[in-house]
């Protein structure tokens, strides 16, 4: 049979996926970001209208979304993030598949909190089932607001829902971790939530064989913000520590509302520590906790390094510090510069956005969420376009994402028992010349 223009076009858009057969905001409004990158007023969350119209020649009309804070500190990382999913959309759309896609922002953070907030997650799973025409969920980007929101969509009647996220990183949403995990959030006994990055139990255990094996670290003190990604990422940072012979002195939670943390480093001076580890996000008054930290024990290139996890990624009010120069930070994944490095279609996509917006990404977990939208449209495409359909494409475990095709320039999948990214990496970067620099890759 003659292939017709469109067609061609979907041909080459699932190259993306090797599929094989058997698969079939906030409290009243939010702000949307098109893909010319205007802003327009998008409808109240759980309607039916779209954030972002499509444009797609495929048939039935469907709504996949973004659930993101898109005030305080992280609106930057969100909003890009939102701008790289609506490129993929845009993408498929124009490739002639079986749907015309449209996304739905959803603003997940409230501006008194500045953050994301318990009770505006748990109103966003609520008007996502309510959503008729919404069969995905890309997000979250905070696991404890995953956490809130993947047990509402398991049990939606028409589903469960499908949720992947490009940034939740603690472990317990997919494996044991804290009692009860993760069958609690799978109430149906169904998983319907996965992710397209690694897990805390790696990442934190590649922040401390770091301070070991490069910096030569032999005592730390290890903090924790009090929440859920916080307090798990330190849990395992402290615990690898220990195993391979660094001396934990001290652990403890700091509260964000404090003022300033003086008093607080002042009492770790006695205890002689070559490093702190800043489990948690910068949002929870990380930069204030940096200034202090230089304050009183010294700057980060001297005798007592300073070491963060990813929730201090993508941050350009702390990139501008001079405190946060000589930081390090892991990442679970790979930033835009190495993909821009190793070439590929992870390069190219990089390149894209950057021809459009006139700039990187303002975080590397945007390019992470542009890979779980790439993951969520390979599953529509091979289903019968409802909720439960897409749910099941997803995870039968034949979508595939190919090296090719894929924005991290890596062939990746899900676990179809688990949920898990089949592709694992991690990065180290450290602070220089007020940004991110990439210093190496950890192997986990």
């Not at 590649?206 to 929440?227: E, M, Y």
């Not at 930033?335 to 279609?345: E, R, T």
Request: hydrophobic letters at 40%.
């Amino acid at each position: 049979m003659t292939k017709t223009k469109a067609g061609l076009k979907l041909a080459a858009f699932l190259a993306v996926a090797s599929v094989v057969a058997g698969a079939c905001g906030s409290d009243s409004s939010s702000t949307a970001t098109t893909a010319g990158g205007a802003a327009t007023t998008a409808a109240p969350s759980g309607t039916d209208a779209p954030a972002t119209t499509g444009g797609g020649t495929g048939g039935t009309k469907v709504v996949i979304s973004t659930d993101l804070p898109m005030q305080g500190a992280s609106a930057d990382a969100s909003r890009d993030t939102v701008r790289a999913v609506q490129l993929v959309v845009d993408e498929y759309n124009a490739s002639g598949g079986k749907y015309q896609v449209e996304l739905k922002q959803y603003d997940n953070s409230t501006a008194a909190k500045g953050g994301w907030d318990d009770a505006t997650c748990a109103k966003n799973a609520s008007d996502h089932v309510a959503n008729a025409a919404e069969v995905a969920v890309m997000g979250t980007y905070n696991s404890g607001c995953a956490k809130i929101e993947v047990p509402v969509l398991n049990e939606d009647t028409t589903g469960p829902m499908l949720m992947i996220s490009h940034a939740n990183t603690n472990p317990g949403l997919t494996k044991a971790w804290d009692p009860g995990e993760p069958d609690k959030y799978y109430p149906t006994g169904v998983r319907n939530y996965g992710r397209v990055v690694a897990t805390d139990d790696y990442q934190g255990a590649a922040g401390a064989q770091f301070a070991q094996k490069d910096l030569g670290v032999k005592k730390c003190v290890v903090l924790n913000d009090a929440q859920t990604y916080g307090v798990g990422v330190a849990t395992a940072f402290s615990d690898e520590a220990k195993k391979i012979g660094i001396e934990v002195v001290a652990e403890e939670a700091w509260d964000a509302k404090q003022p300033n943390y003086t008093a607080l480093f002042e009492g770790f001076k006695s205890l002689n520590p070559d490093c702190v580890y800043l489990g948690g996000i910068n949002d929870n008054n990380g930069e204030q906790l940096v200034r202090d930290k230089v304050a009183v024990l010294g700057p980060n290139d001297g005798a007592v390094k300073l070491i963060a996890p990813d929730g201090f990624t993508g941050y350009p009010s702390l990139q501008g510090m001079a405190e946060a120069q000589g930081m390090y930070i892991t990442f679970a994944g790979l930033p835009a510069s190495q993909l821009i490095a190793n070439g590929g279609a992870g390069a190219d996509f990089v390149k894209k956005f950057n021809a459009k917006y006139g700039a990187d990404p303002a975080s590397a977990y945007a390019i992470y969420g542009a890979a779980a939208a790439q993951f969520i449209l390979a599953a529509l495409e091979a289903s019968d376009g409802t909720r439960k359909g897409v749910r099941d494409a997803a995870f039968s475990g034949n979508i595939k994402i190919a090296a090719d095709k894929s924005v991290i320039g890596k062939e990746f999948g899900i676990d179809p028992k688990t949920g898990d990214v089949t592709v694992k990496d991690m990065s180290i970067q450290l602070m220089k010349d007020n940004k991110e620099t990439f210093l190496k890759p950890w192997a986990i």
